[in-house]
């Protein structure tokens, strides 16, 4: 949320001069993304988002991320497209920092989704899943199942500064996971964040994803249950039937889940939950000095997942098979 | 340089019907300014800048901030113009804060001005000044000579934290400038803060003047001073005598130094240098818990008002009554 690099003007013109975008006409840091600093650009030929790199994100992933958004973009999904330098390369280097420049996406993410914008992000996600299909470069996903425990590791003795017993919860629900894990299910590219900051809606319309730095490849129906977590609930926490039930019709409609996915869906909304909470609760319990993001409460992944916990059947997310395009 | 106060698409639409701007496009937070939270927002008219004045504005004072922009926008100077909602006012409320929509000046800040913008912004600075006179509201400067004194008392007691010696330092120089301070020049409305970081260029001519939050009534060569103070400086803080004299010149081939202002310039320049230092040194001892900004080092200041100190002639900064348009 915050620019971490300053650019100069001088730097940015030198920069741009190995682009063809022409004269540049203005450039502001925008507040968007936690990991990296962005700027907003507008030159003779439209405007841009530049992205320097800050050190969370891995220089040796960018040709995946920036290679997935061409590959993406080329099939037909809407979504930022790296510019090219006149050599052929996506990837410069500015203020010391790698550093992209994609094209501007229009629209606006919405705050709080409404079944009409869960519908049409479950057609997007699985549009997205089938363009994914023939991308050449593979990412192995770091916050997968192998992740956790490490990641559990760093903040277990402190969890419970954040609710009691919070240490226990996580240490018996990463052993439930890694016994039940359904690694065989369909795979491919995912989203892996698909927030409903990263996803842009025009006139309820979607009108593209953004911010692709933790797609990799996953479970395919693991990205619905990212899903599921982000837009399905309310802000009290309780959990919106119709907003799931428009998400998977959405997504059905366009790539139908098999019998083991739609099976599976709670415990993989369990292991979305947990990675989520892991995540937030290490930011929670480690910022940076100098820190110009406000780290989220992770108490909001507990109940997400204390709630999934007390599912063992999709049919009691209000889903049901013959909705999800499998025999009754 | 940070969005204090997150405004949510709902709000904003709501928001936006208030005006005839049309449909929403896209609208980011934008890292502009130290005082609001800043939106830049994309219509189907075009691009705007909205403002959320935070606490440290006072929003008594925006009928004359909007107001000036509208006037001096009139008068032909390129500022940011205030967009009027349907009822006919320029101040509405979003996310509990007062709200402003302003046009969007294309151009960006250079961080390292060179003589020739240094002259640009002379002559824009005097069109300004000239620009002001009629404008109806008035607006005391709530940082002039007599606001010094309650402000340094406010970081006395700790100043010498910062250097030594500069507790005793600050209270001369304000006893000095109580007994030589020129009021008696020309006044009218000043911008008061023309950083570079307030100055728009397009391939290196001036392209307009933003952030008038500083804007009041006071002397007009001070607002000079305070220029000479922001942009004749080199990084290593050595006085640029090519670019203060660029700066003078283009200044008064637009209006023209009296004798007095002349004459005045090194106590003025004091002045302001004091003026930067005392905010600076607050804001370096109190920085607030959840600062987005890291406060500016007051060290540059100590060091200009060191170096105006041992300037008794304005020729002594490279400038000359002939040059000035005055009597040799």
Not at 252 to 265: C, D, I, M, Q
């Amino acid at each position: 949320m915050a620019v971490y690099t300053e650019v100069t003007d001088e730097a940015l013109v030198a920069h741009l001069r190995q682009y063809t975008l022409g004269e540049l006409h203005s450039f502001k840091g925008i507040a968007e993304g936690v990991e990296n600093s962005n700027y907003l650009l507008t030159t003779d030929t439209g405007n841009y988002i530049l992205t320097l790199y800050e050190k969370r994100v891995d220089a040796r992933d960018l040709p995946f991320f920036l290679g997935l958004m061409e590959h993406l973009h080329a099939k037909g999904i809407v979504c930022p497209q790296p510019v090219k330098m006149q050599s052929g390369e996506m990837i410069g280097e500015l203020a010391g920092r790698p550093a992209a420049i994609i094209t501007f996406l229009e629209g606006y993410s919405v705050r709080r989704p409404q079944p009409s914008h869960c519908h049409e992000l479950g057609g997007a996600l699985a549009r997205f899943h089938i363009a994914g299909e023939g991308f050449s470069i593979r990412r192995k996903n770091a916050l997968d199942m192998d992740g956790w425990r490490p990641l559990f590791e760093m903040s277990q003795a402190r969890a419970d500064e954040v609710t009691p017993g919070l240490s226990e919860m996580i240490a018996k629900e990463l052993d439930y996971l890694e016994s039940n894990w359904p690694a065989e299910l369909p795979s491919g590219v995912i989203h892996a964040d698909l927030f409903t900051d990263n996803v842009f809606f025009l006139k309820d319309r979607l009108s593209g994803i953004i911010d692709f730095y933790f797609a990799c490849n996953d479970l395919l129906a693991y990205d619905l249950a990212i899903c599921l977590n982000a837009w399905c609930f309310e802000p009290n926490l309780s959990f919106n039937t119709t907003k799931a039930r428009a998400m998977l019709q959405g997504y059905t409609a366009v790539r139908g889940l098999s019998e083991s996915e739609f099976e599976r869906l709670p415990v993989l909304a369990r292991g979305s939950a947990l990675r989520f909470l892991l995540t937030r609760l290490y930011d929670w319990l480690n910022v940076p000095p100098g820190a110009l993001v406000t780290p989220k409460n992770p108490g909001e992944y507990i109940a997400r997942l204390k709630f999934h916990q007390g599912i063992d059947n999709a049919a009691l997310y209000g889903l049901d098979r013959e909705m999800a395009g499998l025999k009754a």
